[in-house]
C-alpha cells in the first residue's frame, strides 16, 4: 500500500490530508499520514483575532488526531528538522514538555510520496533588534502570547490616574497588518464597555508602519485609499514610504533617524520559508521556497509542495501569492496530480486563478476586489456585501474540511456563543 505523507497542517496541507482520506485512506488504497508540530489547527487568517480576544482558539480549534479518526488519515505530532531521501524518511526532532523533559525522542516517518506544506514565517529581513523586541503572528502561540500582553497593557493603563496613551506599533501593512490595527479599536471599546477604567480607542495610538507607497498593494488603489481612510477615523497613524532600519524595546528606528514609541511592537511585513528548507537537498529559491515545476512537483519526483513554503510560476510568470486561497486551490489540485502519478499517468498541470483579495477592518467595514483574472477586471465590494463574503471564505475552508452540514452546525454554534459568551476573551 503507498504511503502518502504530508507534512503541515495549515490550510492547504489539511484539506488535502482530509480529501486524500476521504477518497484513499477509507478504502485501503493508500495510508495518509499528517504530520504538523501542534496538536490542533486553527485557521491563519483568524490570527489577529485571536491576538485580539476577538477569536477565542480554544473554540475553533480543530484536533487532528480525532478529525483524522473521523475521515481516513492518521496524524503524527512533531516538528520536522530534515529529510533522508535516500531513505525516503522525514526526520522529526525530540519532542520535549515544559520542563525540557523528553516526550518523544528523534524519529523517521516513512514514505512513498512526500508532500511539504510546512507554511511560512515572517520575515524580518534581518532588521536589528527585530527578533528581539518584535512579536510576530505566524501561530496560535503567538497570537496568545501578544493578547496576553495586550491585556497586562490595558490592567496597567486602569490603575493609573493619568495614564499615557498605551501606544502600540505595527510594521507591515498587508491584510494581517491592516486587520490587526483595525481590531485593536474594537478590543478597547468593548473592554470599556466592560467598565475597565481608564481603557477607551481614545487612549490606543496604533501607528501602522509600510515601507511602500501605499498600504495593501494587492487591492486597487482605490480601496486601499478608501482602508486608509476608514483606519484613519478609527485614530490609526497611517505612516507609508516609512522604512525600518532598527527595533529597541522603545519603539521603531526610521531610516531617517525618528522614533516612532510602541509598547507593543508587532512585525508583519514579508514571510519566507522556514530556514531548515534550504538545507533538505532541494532547490530552493531566496526565500528558502521551494521551487517546484507546473504539476506542484519539486526536484525529486517523489516529493511535492503547496503553500506558502513553495514557489510555482502563474501564467503571466510571476510568482503565485502567499494566500490562503492559493494553498486551498493547490491542495484541490494535489488531489489529482497524486492519483495521476500513482497510475504512472501525466499529471495535470497547476493553474492559479485569483478570486480577489478582502481584507476586515473588523465590524468597521470590510474592502476588497472579487474575480481578479476570472475576468477582464475587477468588482470592487465594500461595506456589509464585503464583510459576508469574507466570513464565506473561512466557511469554505470548513466546508473541505467537514462538509456542508457539519459546517452548518458549526456556524449556528457560532452564531449561539455570541449570544451566551462575551464579546471578548477577557483572560
Known sequence: MQKIVIVGGGAGGLE???QLGRKLGRRKKAEIILIDANPTHLWKPLLHEVA????????DELNYRAHGKQHGFSFQIGRMSGLDRDNKAVVLEPMLDDQKEIVLPERTVNYDTLVLAIGSVTNDFGTKGAAEHCIFLDSRRQAERFHRVLLNEFL?????????????????????????SAELYNTAEVMASYGLRNVSPDQLKVSLIEAG???????????????????????VDVETSTMITEVTDQG???KEGNLIPAVLRVWAAGVKAPEFMATLGLETNRANQLV?????????????????????????????????QAAHQQASHLIKALYAHHQGKPMPEFVYRDKGSLVSLSRYSTVGSLMGNLTRGSLMIEGRLAR??????????????????RTLLLSLVGHINKVIRPRLKLH
Open 388 to 405: 459576508l463574503v469574507y466570513v464565506s471564505l473561512y466557511r469554505l475552508h470548513q466546508v473541505a474540511l467537514h462538509g456542508y452540514w
Open 16 to 18: 488535502l490530508a482530509t
Open 252 to 254: 521603531f528606528m526610521t
Open 156 to 180: 496597567r493603563c486602569s490603575n493609573r490616574e493619568n495614564p499615557e496613551p498605551l501606544r502600540i506599533a505595527i510594521v507591515g501593512a498587508g491584510a494581517t497588518g491592516v486587520e490587526l
Open 213 to 235: 507607497e501605499r498600504i495593501l498593494p494587492a487591492l486597487p488603489p482605490r480601496l486601499s485609499s478608501a482602508a486608509t481612510k476608514e483606519l484613519e477615523a478609527l485614530g
Open 52 to 59: 485580539t480576544g476577538a477569536l477565542d482558539s480554544g473554540i
Open 292 to 324: 517546484v515545476n507546473a504539476s506542484l512537483q519539486t526536484s525529486d519526483d517523489n516529493i511535492f509542495a503547496l503553500g506558502d513554503c513553495c514557489s510555482v510560476l502563474h501564467t503571466d510568470g510571476k510568482p503565485v501569492p502567499p494566500r490562503a
